[in-house]
C-alpha cells in the first residue's frame, strides 16, 4: 500500500546545528514529494516540493531536500537551525489524486 | 490572491448537535481536499471534491459527516450529531489541478463538550 513513514517522531537540535528529518515513501512509481511546516495552530505551509529532474531541491526558509529513488527517501535538510523553526514537519507525497501524509516529526530547538 | 479561507475557526458544540465547517478555496482552483487532525497525530484524508462532485470519500466515516462543494460558494463539511470523539483539528486545502501542491487553510478547531 502507499504509505510515506517518517522515522522519527520527535527531534531536539541545538540553534545553529544542522538538521535532516527523514522521510520514506512506498509507491510503485516515483510521486510527487513535498514537504510541509505546521507551527502550533496554524495550517500547513509548504515548504519544498519535488516533480522531477534535479533531485536536490531548494525550499523556503532555508531548507532544501534530497530525492533518493535508490533509497525511496526525501529527507529535509537545514544547515543552521533557528529558534523560529521549532515546528511540526510533514513529508506527503501525491499521486494522481490522492495525497498521503506522514506522521509528522516534531522539532524542537535548544537556545 | 486570498489564500484558502476556513471558517470559523473555533467552534464548540455539544454532543449531539451539528457543526458545519466552510472552505473557501484559492480562486481559480476547483479540487479541495478536508483532513483531520487528531491532537498529536498526523493529518488523515477524509474527502476530496471537485465542483458539484464527490470524486474520492473513502475516508470519511460512513456516519454522520458529509461534504459538499456547490458550483456556488463554499465547501461545506457538516457534521451531525457531534460526538466527543469528533473534536479535532480540520484542514481544508485547494489546488488549481493535478499536479500541483495543495494550499493549506488555517483549520477549524472543533470542540465537542
Known amino acids: 500500500a502507499q504509505s510515506v513513514t517518517q522515522p522519527d517522531i520527535h527531534i531536539t537540535v541545538s540553534e545553529g546545528a544542522s538538521l535532516e528529518l527523514r522521510c520514506n515513501y512506498s509507491?510503485?512509481?516515483?510521486?510527487?514529494l513535498f514537504w510541509y511546516v505546521q507551527s502550533p495552530g496554524q495550517g500547513l505551509q509548504l515548504l519544498l516540493k519535488?516533480?522531477?529532474?534535479?533531485?536536490l531541491v531548494q525550499g523556503i526558509k532555508g531548507f532544501e531536500a534530497e530525492f533518493k529513488r535508490s533509497q525511496s527517501s526525501f529527507n529535509l535538510r537545514k544547515p543552521s537551525v533557528h529558534w523560529s523553526d521549532a515546528a511540526e514537519y510533514f513529508c506527503?507525497?501525491?499521486?494522481?489524486?490522492?495525497?498521503?501524509f506522514g506522521p509528522g516529526t516534531r522539532l524542537s530547538v535548544l537556545p | 490572491n486570498a489564500g484558502v479561507m476556513q471558517n470559523p475557526r473555533h467552534l464548540v458544540r455539544r454532543r449531539g448537535q451539528e457543526a458545519r465547517l466552510r472552505c473557501s478555496p484559492m480562486?481559480?482552483?476547483?479540487?479541495v481536499y478536508w483532513y483531520r487532525q487528531l491532537p498529536e497525530e498526523g493529518l488523515k484524508f477524509m474527502v476530496y471534491?471537485?465542483?458539484?462532485?464527490?470524486?474520492?470519500e473513502s475516508g470519511m466515516p460512513k456516519e454522520r459527516f458529509s461534504a459538499e462543494f456547490p458550483k456556488e460558494g463554499p465547501s461545506i463539511l457538516r457534521i451531525q450529531q457531534v460526538v466527543r470523539g469528533d473534536s479535532a483539528a480540520y484542514f481544508c486545502?485547494?489546488?488549481?489541478?493535478?499536479?500541483?501542491?495543495?494550499?493549506f487553510g488555517p483549520g477549524t478547531r472543533l470542540t465537542v463538550t
Open positions: 486545502a485547494s489546488r488549481p489541478g493535478q499536479g500541483d501542491e495543495q494550499y
Open positions: 509507491y510503485g512509481a516515483t510521486p510527487y
Open positions: 519535488y516533480f522531477s529532474g534535479d533531485t
Open positions: 506527503a507525497m501525491n499521486y494522481g489524486q490522492n495525497f498521503v
Open positions: 480562486k481559480g482552483h476547483s479540487h
Open positions: 471534491l471537485q465542483k458539484e462532485n464527490i470524486i474520492d
